[in-house]
């Protein structure tokens, strides 16, 4: 880490040399603790992030069938094949991502004015509010706009979160990039496990709360921040001086900091930028696509009748086992790093083409239970895998003066991909479960 003395005029050259060298022992030992805090706080960060997120999908089930019964009727009729919803848990999926969908498309062009702080005090508000709003609710509209609130934070912290990295050096984009595989295991399984336990949905959703809780712990007490992060201070209260101390994205931990300053960025190069990143955000979108109309669109068809476990026990279950294989693709990129995405999307809409026949022609029953586990362990694998590896190879091609915005544009395609996979899987459900 750079070090800098000054010499106030009231002490000699020597003077200063030997304060110097009193302190330079430390330093090492030091720069090593806050890195791993940073580590660490990057880590919680992403699990706090996408927790009330994935809560409200595990629970999408539950939302809509135990619902007061003028609001929600479920469709127990002998006429369909399917044991269904009247409204398909797509539905829940956009009101969890569509918020998101406008923030990312909209945040890179004004997002840099607002400071960080105070984006994250929002994602920490908005998520208490998810909890307390879906779990007090009696009426499936009013839990959407819960739903909708856990999307705005998870949208928010996202496109904040991803920025964050580029004032810190390259291994917290994976540290990151764990914490919200994390999020997705520790969110279902939770939920799974309150539920499993006796708990009722409402009051698994109260236990959460304390997790909008660990998130302001991990942004304003864990993280050490560099001085030149503008926490808490509008651009128009710094200079571009002050921001020439980010650290890049590029190398390791004994990477030095970007000297120099930085001129503003002009629409021109953020297109270029833009034109650049494609190449990895298609591929991206189309992975997330696949794999969140088989999650929303697929996983409520997907139903083994004659056995233990309740419908609504099964789908926690499916939810559970992919973030449990998103959790350990994610945690990966250390020990295995993809260059090309679109290998990855190949074999993720492989996977949707497969379990949309399953569903079409009820030849699922017959793979078993534990082979569609295995089948959703792996969509995870794919899914986790695509995420990783598109933001870590951003954040080794990326110019150092760049990374902020390019890091913070690329989180759009997996919630567009989501977002289009939604709007398909609600009239492929009712299809389905218009079936006699």
Known sequence: MERRGINTGGSSGSDWEEEADDDATPEPQTQHRSHWRNLSAF??????????????????????????????????????????????????LLADILPTLVI???????????????????CIVTAAASFLIVSFSADVAVSLLGVVFASVSSGVGEITFLSLTAFFYSDVVSCWSSGTGGAGILGALSYLG??????SPRTSLLVMLVVPALLLVSYFVLLLPPSSLPRWTFPSSYTSADR???RPLLDGPSSPRVSGTRPP???????????????YMLPLSLVYFAE?????????????????????????????LYQAGVFISRSSVQCF?????????????GL????????????????????????IILEGLLGGAAYVNTFNNIAIESKPEEQEFAMSVACVSDTLGISLSGAIAIPVHNYFCRLS
């Open 265 to 279: 960025q002009t629409m021109a190069d953020k297109w270029r930028i833009v034109k650049s990143l494609l190449k």
């Open 194 to 199: 309150l539920t499993a336990a006796g708990l």
């Open 292 to 320: 969140y109309f088989i999650n929303q669109g697929l996983y409520e068809l997907i139903y083994f009748p004659n056995i233990k476990m309740s419908h609504s026990m099964q789908y926690r279950w499916y939810q559970m």
């Open 352 to 375: 949707a083409i497969f379990l949309l026949v399953g569903v079409a022609y009820l030849f699922l029953p017959s793979v078993t239970l534990p082979g569609i586990f295995l089948i």
């Open 104 to 122: 990312k498309l909209s945040a890179p062009l004004y997002i840099h004015q607002i400071p960080y702080s105070y984006r994250v005090s929002l």
């Open 43 to 92: 880590w919680l960060l992403g699990l706090c992030n996408n927790f009330a997120y994935v809560v409200m999908l595990s629970a999408a089930h539950d939302i809509l069938r135990t619902e007061t019964n003028q609001t929600v009727q479920v469709n127990v009729t002998n006429s369909s094949q399917y044991d269904c919803n009247e409204i398909s848990t797509a539905a829940v």
């Open 337 to 349: 790093k993809i260059r090309h995405i679109w290998v990855l999307a190949c074999l993720q809409c």
């Open 244 to 246: 020439s101390h980010q």
